[in-house]
């Protein structure tokens, strides 16, 4: 029962990320920027949260970094 809890924990807490990562590929795809940089922005942070998040999930310092990119595109 204990794996089980833990286990869908973890899954839980990969999914918040992840959508945190959607949320803010589309908050600088929809960002002042100029319109011919913003999709490669939006693209480049997507990609870098997926090789993030799903590459080296259990690694905390890459958890921190990515936590720390998206507090700075929630706080512009």
């Known amino acids: 029962m204990k794996r089980l809890v833990n286990g869908f924990g973890k899954a839980f807490i990969r999914f918040c990320l992840l959508a945190m990562a959607g949320w803010a590929t589309v908050a600088i795809f929809y960002s002042n920027l100029p319109v011919l940089i913003r999709p490669w ?4 942070f997507a ?4 090789l993030v998040l799903v590459g080296n999930y259990s ?18």
């Open 47 to 50: 990609i870098g949260s997926l």
């Open 59 to 76: 690694a905390r310092r890459t958890r921190l970094g990515f936590l720390a990119a998206f507090a700075l595109v929630l706080t512009w």
């Open 41 to 44: 922005v939006a693209g480049f």
